[in-house]
């Protein structure tokens, strides 16, 4: 249990749906991620939210949107993804200092057909 | 370009020690961490490390050099359940993380 919680775990999906993706932490963070993990590639930081404010795009497809309403949720909204975009979603929460470890939740495993 | 680099697997034997390596190029440094991460599981931190030397942290220990942009994670009295993926990650002077792509430990009996 790392105080992180998203849902689903698993989800698939054909490319012209719109699912959503959801992230809770319990753990009084300020600061949330979602990155995008590939089988034998580095952890892939897709949006960072500090305060409920976006800090960071990386340069993620539109197809890709995030929702931040609180502190303590964040949501992935997701719509005509492409076959590429299958892997496993994490999310993740951080303290204020940045030299505080992040703690993330188990992802969502996500397959696009 | 910013870097991290490790190896892509390794295998050890149950009871027997092992060194996960992590080498960085990164644009400044502001610590360096290591996670655990079980397949199908959340990365779990492990260590992290900002002034050289050696942490030590009951079975496992992380080891920092800046100046070599070097740093290993030491796994001694391997268990099964370490099986796993050990993920190196370096904060740069922009405060953001880099990181690699992880080390799948094996362990055999």
């Known amino acids: 249990e790392t105080g992180v919680t998203q849902t689903p775990r698993h989800l698939v999906m054909g490319m012209t749906n719109k699912k959503s993706l959801k992230c809770e932490q319990h753990l009084g963070h300020n600061a949330m991620y979602w990155y995008k993990q590939s089988a034998k590639k580095p952890l892939e930081l897709m949006f960072v939210?500090?305060?409920?404010?976006?800090?960071e795009n990386n340069s993620v497809p539109s197809r890709f949107s995030p929702e931040c309403p609180n502190s303590s949720h964040l949501f992935l909204h997701l719509h005509t993804l492409q076959p590429e975009d299958s892997a496993l979603y994490l999310c993740a929460s951080r303290d204020r200092e940045e030299s505080q470890p992040q703690h993330f939740g188990d992802g969502t495993r996500l397959s696009i057909l | 370009g910013q870097n991290i680099d490790q190896p892509t697997e390794m295998t050890a034997t149950e009871g027997a020690i092992v060194q996960i390596n992590c080498t960085y190029q990164?644009?400044?440094?502001?610590?360096l961490f290591w996670y655990q991460q079980h397949a199908g599981e959340a990365p779990t931190f492990l260590s992290y490390?900002?002034l050289d030397g050696l942490e030590e942290k009951g079975r496992f220990s992380s080891f920092l050099s800046r100046s070599k942009g070097y740093s290993y994670l030491l796994l001694k009295e391997l268990q099964m359940k370490d099986s796993a993926s050990y993920l190196c990650a370096v904060l740069d002077s922009n405060y953001q993380l880099i990181w690699g792509a992880g080390t799948k430990l094996i362990i055999k009996p």
């Open positions: 490390n900002v």
């Open positions: 939210y500090n305060f409920k404010e976006q800090t």
């Open positions: 990164t644009s400044g440094f502001n610590g």
